[in-house]
Nanobody, 126 residues
């Protein structure tokens, strides 16, 4: 499985960005996908997760500002999106998408994810 993330960039506080991550490869369907982020000097943290049936989990730190959605096997790819609104400087981080093809339900632990994208940088200026 290959994961390709895009959509990061530089934005002012209060602005919006939409991240996209396309998963392609030999696995026909991927149950759990998620977005993680890692700021300099901090541990990687879960931002949002979603299943193929579109059950979702949003971290408390971004609840009400970020939403996660996905397309299942659109043109042969599973694609997950992270819509980020009302961005704050503390949202500055490298954002990674991850896939857990055989997870049962939502996958909320990093160890459940077998595949990771390369990361896309989000920088929010004050």
């Amino acid at each position: 499985v290959q994961l390709q993330a895009s959509g990061g960039g530089l934005v002012q506080a209060g602005g919006s960005l939409r991240l996209s991550c396309s998963a392609s490869g030999s696995i026909y369907s991927i149950n759990a996908m998620s977005w993680y982020r890692q700021a300099p000097g901090k541990q990687r943290e879960l931002v949002a997760a979603i299943t193929s049936s579109r059950s979702t989990h949003i971290a408390n730190s971004v609840k009400g500002r970020f939403t996660i959605s996905r397309n299942n096997m659109d043109n042969g790819k599973n694609t997950v999106y992270l819509q980020m609104n009302k961005l704050e400087p503390d949202d500055t981080a490298l954002y990674y998408c991850a896939a857990a093809p055989r997870a049962k339900g939502l996958a909320l632990r990093q160890t459940e994810y077998s595949y990771w994208g390369q990361g896309t940088q989000v920088t929010v200026s004050s």
